[in-house]
């Protein structure tokens, strides 16, 4: 790794967003101590454990490169994440239905995880490079190229399928060319989209219409993504089926109540009523256990984060590590958002992690490079 | 990249404010519905949860018992193990568990592809009801898998109790099988509060499907009882959650109701010495109290064995069962009609006397034959009997005094007394399918005789050939009447049903088809002939006299092929080809008590080949009839003695009343034939 300019400056110190940090490390310890009740059966909370290791030494590494040099490698970080999703759909070893793990001996790399972080940085390049004071906001034809930049690795996701991952992407992606300005159609257009989206929707599952029913959308939809939006609008119909996950999981978090069942005490978790307890659902097992306060210290955590990154993004020193900080923050909020509004009923069901909580390496180490890249930019505030 | 006004820091200000605040009100959003799930929904959803894990596991109730007379037990309950898989917990189903059941309870290729057909057909809630994969498990097989069951994941070995039917295929079309429900049975509405389940066992015929289940005056009762359920904690795998010592953890019981017992009147000894004495591949043999109409022994030959269609039956057992010629499935006794031969000739006389054309002392010449027309009806005795009376007639069975009582009476008057006496037309048997039979007047054969009716078919029908048809109980009910007094009775299989503790839960009573117009002068000119039959040198049925009674009878040849004008020997004929052998018989001659009829399929001669059947049957039956008394000492006994006539009071306080103890009859009777 010839020319990394790997280098720690004592003037970086005072800069590192501690509060930042604190957080986020809380949470991942959180993580590994509700682990230790969601997998009783597995000790899974001591991989955890490791993977948090890891996730910090990756953090610390990318903290200590220069970010510029991250800026000069965004392209081929970027190319090399898309590449990695094709292969996958060669290599790919398939679970639960959808393509998207690569095995390496004892390693099992999930690249979706990275492609965000991958994505993020090559928007931030994008708005970096293309900055221009006088045309400030952004219309159609400048926005070209940033769409197929984060089209063409959500459609990728898409098909693997891992339509969690490709909607947060997308939502991310959108967020961030909201912030970067764009012009007044153009968020017209896209609330017009917003009213399509929810017009296909209402005539596909909520209209009242005679059998066979005329749908837009639905036909092309997979069996299990059409059942759980459908569930999504009558949990109750199909309770031990398309709904299971949903409804178990709304049992369990209300379950909880105040001050919850305590820890190892939650029945729907003990029980293993919940599937994907330990990793896509491992909110409910916290809500079942804990309550409803211990789940509004959790917001708060990651309310702190999200705070700091936005705080980081705005003392940055340039617009790429701006936009980086904004990416970083804007993807970890959706994924929380997507994650928990799915525990809770609020979402359809999608397969999506919650950061830093749910078990695996790569979700863990990812959001933990999304920190190490804040740390980065916090620090080099005044550097040049 | 410099500082200044345009630092990307600047421009964005707002923003940051605007992201900010988006992110707030997303992560608000959370926490009020966390509130409403956990505040405001937080009670019902953690009681929610509570029944989550508490499963209704089914308690089966004991089936009831079937019994004979006298409590002698015909079918039971026997203790096994039939296993059970559930798909939506079976892990690794069609890679491992599927695989190795099959290698460990030996399934060939076919019915390992109907599981996994099953498996796949399974979809939501399906999943996660149990399905029957193997029933009855042998002893090896319930160890292998018992030392196996943890590999086995959704697997489950339940004890069920499976139905032996002691005695086999004696008595298997009265006692009927059971098989597994069909899906689409148990889709139906049931009236039985009592629920199926995917893999139960339901009666399929005779008894054990008649009272299944049915409502009694006292309440509900039936073989199959109700269910009970306990309550178990499990977990999402359907796995009982267990104590430390690994004891099940179980709500309260809800206690099943066992099923009622069925107490027949068949007499289980009588019926093995009817069984053993009956020497036909095929045919029937039948004994019922005359003056009740409750069977006491019901054969049918041939049989098929209970045990083996209620249990593993293979699909090649079931085929070989469906190709033999001889038809094991079919209910001789009553579903399956005959042409009576001579048996008919008692039916044929009582309409000559009540005539009035034809008296006792009434004499018509036999020589060897009648001649109506252009055409000669043959006697069965080629050489003629001579003058024949109305007693000898029937003594003899001569065919020629028949035909003109036929030709002067003609059909109708004929079928007339048939009808009442119940032919051609089903007995009532409660509980079992059965034919009607034909009794031939001339609107039927107008009706489906191409040229309609002419005077020989009635000649035909006097002697029980030609269309008449009868079923063995048809003919026995029958007799019956003749020798009660003129009662026609509908037979009857079942006494009581009783709840397991012994109270009496329904009682069946005699019940009385038709009381029909019989003179007692022709009923003692009828029963005088058919002793005469049995007692007097020359009579056909010589063979089924008894030393201690006095038996009246009669004997049946049955034509079942158009023969040419050469007699010949049983031996030399084909098995299809051959006669049916008929005797009915009624003891005591003097006030007949029990009624016996023996069909001998394609046997050959009713006085050879039938009688001396129905003459050990009836043996027997005195034979028990004075043990028991001789035991009792005429107090009255547990179980109905065999010449009680009527069943007993339901009422314990009610006035006792003895059973009739007539003097055993017969010796004084001896001898004073005409």
């Known amino acids: 790794m010839i020319g990394m300019q790997l280098r720690f400056e004592k003037r970086m110190m005072p800069h590192v967003p501690w509060g930042l940090v604190l957080a986020a490390v809380a949470v991942a310890l959180i993580g590994i101590f509700n682990l230790a009740s969601a997998a009783r059966a597995a000790p899974l909370w001591h991989s955890q454990a490791i993977y948090l290791g890891v996730g910090l030494l990756a953090a610390g590494l990318v903290a200590a490169v220069d970010y510029r040099f991250i800026q000069r490698m965004a392209v081929p970080i970027y190319l090399a994440n898309l590449l990695a999703l094709v292969a996958l759909r060669f ?3 398939t679970a639960k239905g959808a393509e998207s ?69 997308l939502l991310s992606s959108l967020t961030i ?78 379950s909880g109540r105040l001050t919850g069942k305590g820890w190892k005490e939650g029945i729907q978790t003990g029980n293993l009523f919940l599937p994907e307890q330990h990793t896509d659902f491992v909110f409910s097992v916290w809500a079942e256990e804990h309550g409803f306060l211990a789940c509004l210290l959790l917001l708060f955590l990651y309310g702190v984060i999200l705070v700091s990154s936005l705080g980081v993004a705005f003392s940055a020193r340039d617009r790429f590590g701006a936009f980086v900080a904004v990416g970083v923050a804007v993807m970890i909020f959706w994924q929380v958002f997507q994650n928990i509004g799915m525990v809770t009923g609020l979402l359809p069901v999608t397969g999506i992690t919650l950061p830093l909580m749910s078990y695996g390496g790569s979700s863990m180490v990812s959001v933990m490079i999304g920190i190490g890249l804040l740390v980065n930019v916090a620090i080099r505030r005044h550097v040049f | ?153 959704g697997v489950d070995i339940v004890p069920v109790q499976h139905r032996n039917y002691r005695a086999g295929p004696a008595l298997a079309h009265v006692l009927g099988y059971m098989n597994e429900i069909s899906q689409e049975e148990l889709s139906r509405p049931s009236a039985a509060p009592a629920r199926y389940f995917l893999g139960d066992y339901v009666g399929r015929r005779g008894i054990e499907r008649a009272f299944e289940w049915r409502p009694c005056p006292f309440g509900p009762c039936g073989l199959r009882g109700i269910d009970g359920a306990s309550f178990q904690y499990v977990n999402a795998r ?113 309409a000559a006397l009540r005539s009035g054309q034809f008296g006792p002392t009434s ?123 003129g009662t026609l009775y509908q037979p009857q299989l079942v006494r009581r049903v009783e709840a397991p503790d012994g109270r009496v839960l329904e009682e069946f009573q005699p019940r009385v088809t038709r009381r029909l117009e019989l003179l007692p002068e022709h009923r003692k000119i009828i029963l005088d002939a058919l002793v005469a039959v049995v007692n007097e040198p020359g009579g056909t049925g010589g063979r089924a006299r008894l030393r201690e009674v006095r038996v009246a009878g009669k004997t049946g040849t049955a034509q079942v092929a158009q023969l040419g004008k050469l007699r010949l020997k049983k031996e030399q004929m084909e098995y299809f080809a051959r006669d049916h052998a008929w005797f009915v018989a009624l003891a005591p001659a003097e006030e007949p008590e029990v009624a016996v009829l023996v069909l001998n399929e394609h046997g050959g001669h009713g006085g050879s080949d039938a009688a001396p059947t129905a003459s050990a049957v009836l ?46 009859p017969g010796r004084a009777g001896r001898g004073d034939g005409p």
């Not at chain 2, 939506?88 to 309870?105: D, H, I, M, S, T």
């Not at chain 2, 001789?630 to 109905?640: D, W």
């Open chain 2, 619 to 664: 043996s027997k039956y005195f034979e028990l009839k004075r043990s028991e008394s001789a035991l009792f000492g005429g107090e009255r006994p547990e179980a109905p003695p065999l010449n009680e006539a009527a069943p007993p009071a339901p009422d314990p306080r009610a006035p006792e009343r003895l059973p009739t103890t007539s003097p055993a």
């Open chain 2, 238 to 350: 359907g796995e009982a959650t267990r104590d430390k010592s690994g004891r099940i953890i179980t709500e309260d019981k809800l206690l099943p109701i066992p099923g009622s017992n069925v107490i027949l009147s068949i007499d289980a000894r009588l019926q093995a010495e009817a069984e053993r004495a009956f020497p036909g591949a095929a045919g029937a043999v039948i004994a019922v109290d005359a003056r009740t109409g409750f069977l006491l022994a019901m054969v049918s030959r041939p049989s098929f064995d209970p045990n083996l269609l209620t249990g593993r039956v293979t699909p090649a057992q079931l085929s070989a069962i469906a190709r033999d010629p001889l038809q094991p499935m079919v209910f001789r006794a009553a579903a399956q009609h005959y042409s009576p031969g001579s048996t008919f000739k008692t039916i044929t006389l009582l």
């Open chain 2, 1 to 153: 990249m410099t500082l200044g006004k345009n630092t990307p820091g600047r421009d964005l200000k707002a923003h940051y404010l605007y992201l900010g605040l988006f992110m707030f009100l997303g992560l608000l959003l959370l926490a009020a519905n966390l509130y409403r799930l956990q505040i405001v929904h937080g009670e019902q959803l953690r009681a929610k949860s509570e029944d989550n894990y508490v499963k209704e596991v089914r308690v089966r109730a004991d089936r009831g018992m079937i019994k004979d007379r006298r409590g002698e037990i015909l079918v039971e309950g026997r203790p096994s193990f039939d296993v059970y898989l559930t798909p939506a917990f079976c892990q690794r189903c069609g890679e491992e568990v599927v695989p190795k059941l099959a290698l460990w309870l030996g399934w060939d290729q076919a019915q390992r592809a109907r599981v996994e057909q099953q498996l796949h057909e399974k979809h939501g809630t399906q999943r996660f009801q149990p399905m029957p994969v193997r029933v009855d498990l042998s002893r090896e097989e319930l160890d292998l898998l018992n030392a196996h069951l943890y590999e086995l994941p």
């Open chain 2, 363 to 485: 004499t018509v010449h036999c020589g060897g034959g009648y001649q109506l027309g252009a055409r000669r009806w043959r006697c069965h005795k080629d050489a003629g009997h001579g003058p024949v009376d109305t007693q000898t007639s029937l003594k003899v069975s001569c065919d020629t005094y028949y035909y003109t009582v036929a030709d002067r009476l003609g059909l109708d008057a004929i079928a007339q007394v048939g009808r009442e006496l119940g032919l051609g037309a089903p007995t009532g048997l409660t509980h079992l399918a059965e034919v009607p039979g034909i009794m031939p007047d001339r609107a039927y054969h107008d009706r489906v005789t191409p040229g309609g009716y002419t005077k020989g078919m009635a000649l035909n029908s006097a002697i029980g050939q030609g269309d008449v048809n009868v079923t063995p109980l048809q003919l026995l009910m029958a007799y019956a009447a003749i020798g009660n007094g």
């Open chain 1, 177 to 254: 060319l909201f912030f970067a300005r764009v012009r007044w159609y153009v968020a017209a257009v896209l609330a017009a989209g917003v009213l399509v989206v929810a017009g296909v929707l209402w005539n596909d599952y909520l209209r009242d219409q005679p059998e066979p029913r005329f749908t837009l959308i639905r036909q092309h939809l997979k069996k299990h993504q059409d059942g759980r939006i459908s569930g999504w609008f009558d949990p109750e119909s199909d309770p031990k089926g398309k709904n299971y996950h949903s409804l178990q999981s709304k049992i369990a978090v209300g």
């Open chain 1, 101 to 169: 793990w690569f095995v390496l001996g004892p390693i099992r790399l999930q690249p979706a995880e990275l492609m965000k972080l991958g994505l993020l940085l090559m928007l931030a390049k994008f708005f970096h490079d293309d900055y221009r004071p006088a045309q400030p906001s952004y219309g159609f034809r400048r926005l070209l190229l940033p769409a197929v930049l984060f089209l063409v690795p959500t459609a990728l996701v898409l098909v693997q399928p891992d339509l969690g991952t490709a909607m947060m992407m």
């Open chain 1, 91 to 93: 290599f790919g070893h």
